[in-house]
């Protein structure tokens, strides 16, 4: 067996038992930490895009306040429209929360925005 450890891949010694993956404590935390970081990573990602659309939303928000826009304008900006943090149902339409507001797409490529 080889150690499990990404940048250590040292032989395991025959005499440990069948189940360990490291060679050692020392390269169990190491990988431990690569994984904490990895982790961090794509969670920092997310947030980073998620910051990137609700400052988008407050853009659009300050712009044409609570009427109705052509959804195209979010679309040049390279709206994300699959991360949501919550569905509202408000004013008779199924709003999408993202942050701070929420907005809702019209059949006619109509788009509004409402702050919460």
């Known amino acids: 067996m080889i150690c499990s450890y990404r940048f250590c891949q040292q032989e395991l010694p025959s005499w440990l038992n ?3 993956r490291y060679c050692n404590d020392e390269c169990n ?6 994984r904490e ?3 961090n990573l794509s ?3 997310v947030l980073a895009e998620l910051n990137r659309i609700q400052t988008l939303l407050r853009k659009c928000h ?3 306040g ?3 826009f052509d959804v195209n304008v979010l679309r040049e900006q390279h709206m994300n429209w699959t991360i949501i943090t919550g569905i509202s149902k408000t004013e008779g ?3 999408r929360i ?3 507001y929420a907005y809702v797409v019209f059949d006619d490529n109509q788009i509004k925005i409402i702050q919460l």
């Open 66 to 68: 609570s009427s109705l």
């Open 29 to 34: 935390y190491l990988e431990r930490l690569e």
């Open 43 to 45: 969670k920092k990602k």
């Open 18 to 20: 069948g189940n360990r």
């Open 37 to 39: 970081k990895e982790k």
């Open 62 to 64: 300050v712009q044409y």
């Open 98 to 100: 993202i942050g701070s």
């Open 93 to 95: 339409c199924e709003f």
